[in-house]
């Protein structure tokens, strides 16, 4: 179902490119079930999860709604990270023994895309891509690809699964605000080195934090677990500033026109993470919104 709309000359087929995340296994499942449901009925594809959040339980509260209501939306996850989202190993027998017990949470018979939720740099990428083919030749995951490796690694990792028939999918930080690399935690952003990756091996790429965790709804900064804002900087308040100036012009919202800015990149799956049916709402929104090629470089760059 997924195979060619995440090839770029197939996403025109698609509804919309959203990628459906948020606190599952954190919430009520109750919650969690409503918002999935009303994304599915506005034609999304894909939810996003990880066998680390959540303590280890999000995948089986996605697994929940995907028992009740099999077929209705693929689903991506991630492997790698411990409970505590530390980093682990790379070895072929982890990453199987997880990839089992993603399949047995998520009540699925094989999981649409998977990535590696980090790089294991001890590791050749060959191996790496082995262990990744490996997994769809047993008929456990359709799609592979990673997020937050370094640009030549995951340059490598193209070349090396193009030459076994597959092509990857990329997950980085991907939004109108370009966040503070010191203030990420490790993970990393789509910066021009990661862009010109994807550009040049043509990878999907899934850009979690599409909304800068919500810094285009707000009016200043704030601490996210216990860290400063890596969203709060004097070039992302002035694109902030913009996206209100737009978004009066155009009858919108900031974020809303901030995400729009997202779906005008080719290649491009925006993530978002809405607590409410409402806020999804106002995330799809943005697939209406048509900026001029001027708009959307003005929003970034302010000329």
Do not use: K
């Amino acid at each position: 179902m997924l195979d060619g709309l995440l090839d770029q000359d197939g996403m025109e087929t698609a509804a919309h490119r959203f990628v459906l995340g948020g606190p599952f296994g954190a919430e009520p499942p109750a919650t969690s079930a409503e918002r999935l449901t009303h994304f599915a009925d506005a034609g999304g594809l894909l939810v996003e999860t990880s066998h680390s959040y959540a303590g280890g339980q999000a995948e089986a509260a996605v697994g929940a709604w995907l028992r009740a209501q099999p077929g209705r939306l693929g689903v991506v996850t991630e492997v790698g990270h411990d409970t505590t989202g530390a980093d682990l190993p790379l070895s072929r027998a982890t990453v199987h023994a997880h990839v089992r017990a993603a399949l047995a949470g998520l009540g699925v018979e094989a999981i649409d895309v998977l990535l590696y939720h980090c790089d294991d740099p001890a590791r050749p990428v060959a191996e790496l891509a082995d262990t990744l083919v490996s997994l769809v030749e047993a008929g456990h995951v359709r799609r592979v690809g990673v997020s937050n490796w370094r640009a030549p690694r995951l340059a490598e990792l193209a070349v090396e699964l193009a030459g076994r028939g597959h092509t990857p999918v990329a997950g980085y930080q991907f939004s109108l605000a370009e966040p503070d690399p010191a203030l990420l935690g490790g993970s990393l952003h789509a910066d021009a080195a990661v862009l010109d990756v994807v550009r040049a091996h043509r990878l999907p790429l899934f850009g979690w934090s599409s909304q800068a965790r919500g810094y285009f709804a707000r009016t200043g900064g704030r601490e996210l677990d216990g860290r400063p804002d890596p969203y709060d900087t004097e070039d992302n308040r002035a694109r902030r500033r913009r996206c209100r100036d737009l978004a009066e012009r155009l009858g919108s919202r900031p974020e809303t026109v901030a995400l729009a800015w997202t779906l005008h990149h080719p290649g491009i799956w925006p993530s978002i993470g809405p607590r409410t049916t409402g806020q999804t709402d106002c995330s799809l929104q943005a697939r209406r919104l048509t900026l001029t090629g001027d708009q959307v470089h003005w929003l970034r760059h302010g000329r």
